[in-house]
């Protein structure tokens, strides 16, 4: 439905009754904005159309605010049409503290985030080339790793390691899924042992930092590839703002830990434009092809 | 005693700390400095000593006695310079054969602004990701506490044991609580939750061996369980010096490909 058609679907339905109301001279109603199709930018608080984003790619069309993309969303943008493939790994969840409600919680992200769990994983062509590519999804437990996320990682990353294929991973976590532990600490070797691996092959891997990621996820395979990238303003880091501000006792300055301030520090490779970034990363697989 | 406990028992002034079991352990123990790109952390010992006449690198959190010494030390949080001066000294290690030896005692990685500018997340990254492929033996021993990535930086090893009274948690108790429950209050609750002791991680095969200790802890007779760690890790290097470089790093690998 474009949006022509939505006003003129408005009018036949509410026509007449904003004329009555306007007939009284009580000025003009509030406009109600219909949540299922408008949104209001949380940065330029302008009430954007849901469709213009979406075309977007979750990029607001008036201040270029960055929504955080599902996992869903941004696979379909970066694989090339028909090429992605998901693995179905299989990989059971647990709950190894026997942490109270965990199971439920899991549930609940999943009916509400529509993923099993906080990664996706497959192989892809990116403008041509072949490769696995990983993303996550902060919509499912703020993309926090546990061991599904740390073993469908480790399994792609082998794969690539033995189909001799570059790695391309989306990061966008929390960090490590406190719920689980220590289960979720050894995730973090695990994951980067992989990497180890896929290195040693002489093959490439390229992350892609995405907002939020922190903690466990920046302290292990996000910060490993060959290549970093990152998306405008993201918020990266190690340790959570509040708790440097506690440790500190002082304020942090805006734009402490966004992508900018890696980039300028020297952790990141280069800030992408999300527009750009399919491009950007196919040249690069083109190169080390 | 409970996690709690334990925990109480683990963060007394009065525990023995890196540097005692350095001292008590090693024979000729000589302390190497630097980075070699930014600075000395003194959260981070590093150095090399003989253990029963055999040369070895040891790396060791350490968070020191004294206020004086607690503060120079940073109370054992390192920065990422530290974690770079053992990559560093671990590198050397491999390079002249050297088994290495690491004494976790962290409450975890410093959480500041210096610590965040000179990528606290990547010196944490590249240890996990190069401890993984080091062809010489790593035992890793938590004396006391063992916070989350800070200790695991220096945890990736063949061997992990843990004195009977330590803790190794992804998160402090209090973290941990304020982070799920919105409440550091409840942090007796989580320690209970969390399975931080030496008892559930070997439970859970996250930790290969548990030293023992005697009543009221370490700090109750330090020399005694000195001679403990002692035997506990010559015991495992005698096992681990019999294994072929390539097969050391696979077995590494494989331990953690478990988790």
Redesign the interface.
């Known amino acids: 439905m474009d949006l022509k058609e939505i006003i003129k679907r408005r009018r036949e339905k509410f026509g007449d009754d904003l004329k009555a109301i306007k007939g009284k001279k009580k000025g003009l109603p509030t406009p109600e904005i219909p949540s299922d199709l408008f949104l209001v930018c949380p940065k330029c608080k302008k009430s954007i159309y849901k469709k213009d984003v979406r075309e977007a790619h979750g990029v607001c069309p008036s201040c270029g605010h960055l929504y955080r993309l599902s996992a869903v969303a941004r696979v379909k943008y970066i694989a090339d049409e028909d090429t992605w493939e998901a693995f179905d790994f299989k990989i059971a969840r647990n709950n190894?503290?026997?942490?109270?409600n965990y199971e439920d919680k899991l549930q609940q992200n999943a009916e509400k985030s529509g993923m099993h769990e906080a990664v996706l994983c497959g192989r892809a062509k990116i403008d041509g080339t072949k490769c696995i590519l990983c993303v996550m999804d902060s919509h499912f437990m703020m993309g926090s790793m546990g061991?599904y996320v740390?073993e469908a990682l480790?399994r792609s990353i082998e794969k690539a390691t033995k189909e001799k294929l570059p790695i391309v991973i989306f990061t966008c976590s929390g960090g490590?899924r406190?719920?689980e532990?220590?289960?979720?600490?050894?995730?973090?070797?695990?994951v980067?042992?992989?990497?180890?691996?896929h290195?040693?092959a002489g093959l490439l891997y390229v992350t892609v930092l995405t907002d939020p990621t922190t903690?466990?996820v920046?302290?292990?395979?996000?910060?490993?590839g060959d290549i970093i990238l990152a998306e405008k303003g993201a918020l990266i880091?190690?340790?959570?703002r509040r708790?440097?501000e506690q440790?500190?006792r002082q304020k942090?300055p805006a734009d402490?830990?966004t992508a900018e301030f890696l980039l300028e520090?020297?952790?990141v490779d280069m800030i992408v434009d999300r527009s750009n970034i399919k491009k950007v990363i196919g040249k690069i697989l083109e190169m080390h092809g | 005693m409970n996690a709690w406990e334990k925990l109480a028992l683990a963060r007394e002034a009065t525990r023995p700390t890196s540097l005692f079991f350095i001292n008590s352990i090693f024979d000729d123990f000589l302390e190497f400095h630097g980075d070699r790109n930014f600075r000395d952390d003194p959260a981070i010992i590093g150095g090399i000593a003989t253990l029963n006449g055999r040369p070895v690198t040891i790396i060791a959190e350490e968070k020191g006695n004294s206020l004086k010494e607690k503060s120079v030390r940073n109370f054992g949080a390192p920065h990422p310079e530290g974690y770079r001066k053992a990559l560093r000294l671990m590198q050397q290690a491999e390079k002249f054969n050297r088994p290495i030896i690491c004494f976790v005692d962290t409450q975890g990685?410093?959480?500041?602004?210096g610590?965040?500018?000179?990528?606290?997340?990547?010196a944490?990254?590249?240890n996990?990701?190069?401890m993984?492929?080091l062809k010489v033996p790593i035992i890793s021993v938590v004396l006391a506490e063992g916070g989350?990535?800070g200790a695991?930086?220096i945890a990736?090893a063949n061997k992990v044991m843990m004195l009977e009274n330590s803790i190794?948690?992804?998160?402090s108790p209090e973290?941990?609580a304020s982070?799920?429950w919105k409440d550091s209050s409840r942090a007796e609750e989580a320690a209970g939750?969390?399975?931080?002791t030496a008892q559930d991680?070997a439970e859970?095969k996250?930790i290969d061996e548990i030293i023992p200790e005697p009543d009221g802890g370490a700090q109750a007779d330090p020399e005694t369980v000195a001679k403990s760690v002692k035997n506990a890790i010559a015991d495992s290097l005698v096992e681990l010096c019999r294994v072929s470089p390539t097969k050391l790093a696979d077995m590494?690998?494989n331990r953690?490909?478990g988790?």
């Open positions: 190894p503290l026997d942490f109270p061991y740390g480790t490590a406190m719920q532990g220590m289960v979720s600490l050894m995730q973090m070797a695990k980067s042992g992989a990497i180890s691996k290195a040693a903690g466990g920046t302290a292990s395979f996000a910060s490993l880091g190690f340790a959570g708790v440097i440790t500190m942090l402490f830990q520090k020297g952790f | 990685a410093y959480c500041g602004i610590a965040e500018e000179r990528g606290q997340g990547e944490i990254a590249k996990l990701e190069e993984m492929t989350s990535g695991l930086a990736v190794y948690s992804i998160l973290g941990f982070i799920l939750v969390m399975k931080i991680l859970l996250i590494r690998y953690f490909r988790f």
